[in-house]
């Protein structure tokens, strides 16, 4: 919908890999304490970051149509079941050193759940979701998308690089973000000094949250039945927003997190009036 915030800044997924660095290096309960963090003591921890690498991560899974349909086996039709297999085999070549340090369990068919062991089993382990699949195209929209910009090429499902933007379904809901904490994850396992989190830590990728999210439910599900007791669960949130989008950050970016989920409600009104 607004297609122009569908940015991509390395600062954007270094702030990721803080969060993640933060959670992981602070074995504390976050459940009853504020703490502040003082980045400064995170910077020779959190690995550099190439945007462009990341960049063309984010562009080769937004060129598969990963769309999700309520009706459809597993909420996802013929063409999105094998797009979805494609998206979790680039996602194997992108990292491999996370799949081949973490254990992968399958669930509904078409989501994953990585678990990467922690050096401290008395500590609770921490969750952090994205998903994978995204909602349909208009018909006869996709030549506008663009094309206020200038941008001829900048289809739906492009993954096209244009002025500093990538264009197309799951830029900004979500693929960035399972790009995002993968890469992370993936960078800080091949550091010299290598990389084994205190905690826990579990990675889920939806395949159908566009459509209630069966997948996570049973991911949910599966994690009830083997006893796990989550710290914290990080889950889709709000864009960051460039300096001077908003009257609120007219000189710095804004990070919008966000601390609740929306839920739906189903309401039938029956109004009866009189004649005119």
């Known amino acids: ?9 390395s600062g954007i997924f270094t702030a990721i890999t803080v969060a993640v660095l933060a959670i992981l290096l602070y074995p504390l309960s976050l459940q009853t304490k504020v703490f502040e963090l ?9 690995p550099k970051v190439d945007p462009d690498k990341i960049a063309n991560e984010l562009s080769k899974l937004i060129k598969l149509k990963t769309i999700s349909e309520v009706n459809a086996p597993h909420r996802l039709p013929p063409v999105s079941q094998d797009n979805m297999r494609k998206a979790h085999k680039l996602i194997k070549s992108f990292y491999p050193k996370l799949f081949s340090s973490a254990s992968l369990n399958v669930i509904d068919d078409f989501s994953l759940l990585l678990k990467l062991p922690g050096s401290n089993s008395s500590l609770r382990p921490a969750l952090v979701m ?17 094309k206020a910009f200038g941008c001829s090429t900048c289809g739906p499902f492009s993954g096209v ?19 995002a904490f993968l890469h992370a994850a993936e960078s800080l396992l091949n ?29 949910a599900e599966h994690l009830e039945a083997a006893g796990v007791e989550l710290e914290l ?3 889709e949130g709000n864009p960051t ?15 919008l997190p966000a601390v ?17």
């Open 1 to 9: 919908f607004y297609p122009k915030l569908f940015s991509l800044a």
């Open 38 to 46: 003082d980045l400064q003591e995170l910077v020779s921890e959190v």
């Open 130 to 146: 994205c998903h994978l699949d995204v909602v349909p195209i208009e018909s006869g929209t996709e030549g506008d998308w663009g």
């Open 161 to 179: 690089r244009f002025d500093g933007y990538i264009w197309g379904r799951g830029a900004l809901d979500m693929k960035s973000y399972c790009v």
């Open 191 to 219: 550091r010299k000094q290598g990389f084994r989190p205190n905690r826990t830590l579990y990675f889920a990728l939806g395949h159908d949250e566009e459509v209630l999210g069966g997948g996570h439910k049973r991911i």
């Open 233 to 235: 669960v990080l889950d």
């Open 241 to 255: 927003l460039a300096a001077k989008s908003t009257p609120l950050n007219p000189s710095f970016d804004l990070a």
């Open 260 to 276: 609740a989920e929306k839920g739906y409600l189903s309401v039938r009104v029956s109004v009866n009036v009189s004649g005119a």
